[in-house]
């Protein structure tokens, strides 16, 4: 039999390395003025577009979708073809990928900075981007299983099998997660609330960062580092186990992103269990890679593209430590909410993914273009500047959310906090946001220099767009003898193989959602919890939409230090007509959750107009945009008869009345706002968000006065 | 010490001990899978990544 001749298509993969790149450096700049606005918040240029709680959004979703994304697709592409040997199934499949996901990103730059946003952690798109999104993904599992059917390798390297997991695991996380319902063309509420919601919301998130930040690039892992080496993976078999160990259990540990919430008790348990289990298969990855290299170190010395993987791998055992170690509960009550966590990911994104995509770009990108790197020097620069970037980034990190954390958990020996006011905590730290800006900064050099490094590069080479080998085609299956070993089998059907990783993520998706989900007795309802009214409902949306969840937590967890500092703990109970839930995930200001009718109107006003005029050295950004802006009271009919649908018990036909009860509460702020000498129309933005804030966990309150 | 840690788990140690029981399944369902691959096959599995240099007849079609 005649070998065929085909050729690897190399351009789609240069595309998506290209746009990986400049992505790359979009998205850490935005990362850069963010950080640099929590020591200076001037530096958000006085603009409500540019401000920290819409950009920081634009940070994660640009590093996450946008360079890891396109990274991905760049591996992807690269080794399927490879592996398979086998052209991508459709050239013009590729490109609709290609400028499909760039469309998506180009949509994220835009809508994020506008403030239109879900306020889901890493799905912040509204919901026509998100119909975008799953079109584009299913393109993309379009083209990888065709490829995989007109492969002429039988067997699928464990590389594919990771790919496989990782489209049919996001396309499941995805859909769950957006089901949202539509109130405007750019404006959604979760179908889910509260406590529920947080569970979607962090059974997603969690996993977003096992299939899109972990099993994808353990795929590229496992082809890329055999050729980098040249030497195959140090154990075939430990691949398997660690391949199926880690999807099996990664699924389950969401839950360790709501330790000490409302969230039911067995929910955090299993949470935290499997949280534990993770580091076995998460090591088992990473030993497998670090031994692969094993009588090869000395090619470390002098590779650069291997001291990239390595301290790649090294980042992610450490960042895979940290994580179950987070999850202990002891742990978590001084890590969570404080800049260890910001630390522990950046560990994980700037080392592991950063590294891994970098190492990737300097190996393929002189191959594709049959040249040599331009620079070997700028290239161990980038390693070197890099390595000290993440060492910059990360030390001052820990540093600051350690003792922040700690800071807050002080009493005095008479029983009193010992820092009752948040702030006092937070400009201790700056000095630390400010090296870390730094190292932020030179991880960012790096990445220019590089980038410089690889165009310099293209420059001197040309790109061998279609390169051609050779393979036999695959026998009909009937014609070979049947295979004994099971798993042996399933190593050459793709669609059991996915219809197996699909089960067995599903195994733990089931079992920890759906109790929460659907038995009403995980969620016990208090009677004295309303609805919000129609003008702290449109607050509520403006709250959403500068983001503030990203600086101020809703939930007060129940400790001693918690309650004493910000009041009563939170209840299940309170956020049932919360869609979506706004916990946050971070306190880089105080938690809101009791912030009802604490201060008075007036302090709101002025606080919002100039953060530092009521608390000095704060790092909060003036809002006075909400001053000026008038409040868009058109949608509220709209948004009264979704919550309807959502199942909030408004009255029937309230959307005809509720603008009306809106103009009443707003212009008692007002007036009341005037009897402390501010004078300012009742119908602009602030009234709304002043209504929002008294309104925060003032229905606990009213239980006690009437149980008194 | 490692008491302190499971004392912190609340609630329905049913959801815990079964999530465990599965799981103890699965991993031993892929163990036996993975005993039963033949060497021959493993070391066919990876060298695939490395067989690709230009110009060769790629696979080599192992049965």
């Known amino acids: 039999m005649e070998p065929e001749k085909f050729y690897y298509d190399n351009k789609i993969v240069r595309n998506f390395g290209i746009a990986t790149i400049v992505w790359g450096i979009i998205g850490m700049t935005v990362g850069l003025i963010a950080a640099i606005q929590l020591f200076h918040p001037a530096a958000n240029m006085g603009n409500q577009y540019t401000t920290f709680g819409r950009i920081r959004p634009l940070h994660t979703n640009a590093v996450i979708f946008a360079f890891v994304g396109n990274a991905i697709f760049m591996g992807v592409y690269y080794s399927l073809q490879r592996l398979l040997k086998a052209r991508m199934f459709s050239t013009a499949l590729s490109q609709i990928h290609f400028w499909g996901w760039q469309l998506i990103i180009v949509s994220a730059v835009i809508t994020l900075p506008l403030g239109l946003t879900t306020s889901h952690e890493y799905a912040e798109l509204e919901w026509p981007i998100d119909i975008a999104i799953t079109l584009i993904w299913v393109v993309f599992g379009v083209n990888m299983f065709g490829t995989i059917f007109k492969r002429r390798e039988r067997h699928l390297y464990v590389a594919i099998w990771f790919y496989i997991a990782t489209f049919v695991t996001i396309a499941v996380l995805h859909i769950v997660n957006s089901f949202e319902l539509p109130v405007s063309p750019f404006k959604s509420y979760m179908v889910y609330a509260g406590v529920q919601d947080a569970l979607v919301q962090w059974w997603y998130g969690h996993n977003a960062v096992a299939f899109f930040l972990t099993t994808p690039y353990l795929g590229m892992m496992y082809y890329f580092l055999p050729k980098m080496a040249n030497r195959p993976i140090y154990s075939y078999k430990l691949s398997i186990l660690h391949f199926w160990a880690l999807i099996f259990i990664y699924i389950w540990a969401g839950p360790h992103h709501l330790l000490y919430t409302t969230l039911p008790g067995w929910a955090q348990s299993l949470g935290v269990a499997f949280s534990i289990m993770l580091i076995a298969p998460s090591w088992g990855g990473m030993i497998n890679g670090l031994l692969t290299l094993r009588g090869a170190w000395d090619k470390v010395r002098e590779d650069v593209v291997l001291k990239f993987m390595v301290v790649g791998l090294t980042a992610y055992g450490m960042a895979t430590f940290e994580g179950p170690m987070l999850s202990l509960k002891q742990v978590n009550s001084i890590a969570h909410f404080s800049d260890w966590i910001v630390a522990h990911v950046h560990v994980g994104a700037l080392g592991w993914n950063g590294f891994l995509t970098f190492a990737i770009l300097y190996w393929l990108m002189p191959r594709m273009y049959k040249t040599e790197l331009y620079s070997k020097k700028l290239a161990s620069f980038h390693f070197w500047i890099g390595t000290l970037g993440i060492l910059f980034y990360a030390i001052p990190m820990y540093w600051a959310g350690f003792t922040q954390g700690l800071m807050l958990k002080e009493f005095t020996p008479e029983g009193i906090l010992k820092y009752p006011n948040f702030l006092q905590t937070t400009l201790l730290i700056i000095p630390m946001h400010i090296m870390r800006s730094v190292g932020g900064a030179m991880y960012l050099l790096g990445v220019i220099v590089m980038a410089y490094n690889l165009f310099k590069t293209m420059r001197q080479g040309k790109l061998v767009a279609n390169e051609p080998a050779q393979a036999m085609a695959l026998e009909p299956v009937h014609t070979i003898e049947r295979e004994k070993a099971w798993h042996r089998r399933l190593e050459r059907k793709p669609i059991q193989l996915m219809v197996a990783a699909l089960v067995v993520i599903l195994i733990g998706t089931v079992i920890e959602l759906m109790p929460t989900l659907t038995i009403s007795s995980n969620v016990p309802t208090i009677a004295s919890v309303k609805p919000y009214t129609p003008l702290e409902l449109q607050g509520r949306d403006i709250y959403i939409r500068e983001g503030c969840s990203n600086c101020h937590s809703q939930t007060v967890r129940p400790f001693r230090s918690e309650t004493e500092r910000y009041g009563e703990y939170s209840k299940a109970g309170e956020f049932v007509y919360d869609h979506p839930f706004l916990w946050g995930s971070k306190r880089t200001g105080p938690d809101l959750a009791r912030e009802g009718q604490k201060y008075g109107n007036a302090w709101h006003y002025n606080h919002m107009m100039d953060p530092r005029v009521m608390s000095q050295g704060s790092i909060m950004p003036n809002y006075d945009w909400l001053i000026s802006q008038k409040l868009d009271t058109a949608s509220t009919p709209a948004k009264i008869r979704a919550m309807q649908t959502l199942g909030v018990p408004y009255p029937a036909g309230y959307d005809k009345i509720a603008n009306r009860e809106l103009d009443k509460q707003a212009k008692d702020i007002a007036d009341n706002l005037a009897k402390d000498k501010i004078k300012v129309q009742s119908n602009k933005e602030i009234i709304a968000v002043i209504a929002y804030l008294q309104r925060l966990g003032v229905d606990i309150k009213a239980t006690k006065t009437t149980n008194k | ?63």
């Open chain 2, 1 to 63: 010490m490692f008491k302190q840690f499971t004392e912190n788990i609340q609630g329905n140690q049913v959801y815990l001990l079964f999530s465990l029981g599965i799981f103890l399944v699965f991993f031993i369902i892929v163990t036996v899978l993975l005993l039963r691959l033949k060497k021959s096959h493993v070391d066919h599995m990876s060298a695939i990544p490395l067989n690709d240099n230009e110009g060769e007849v790629l696979n080599t079609q192992l049965p």
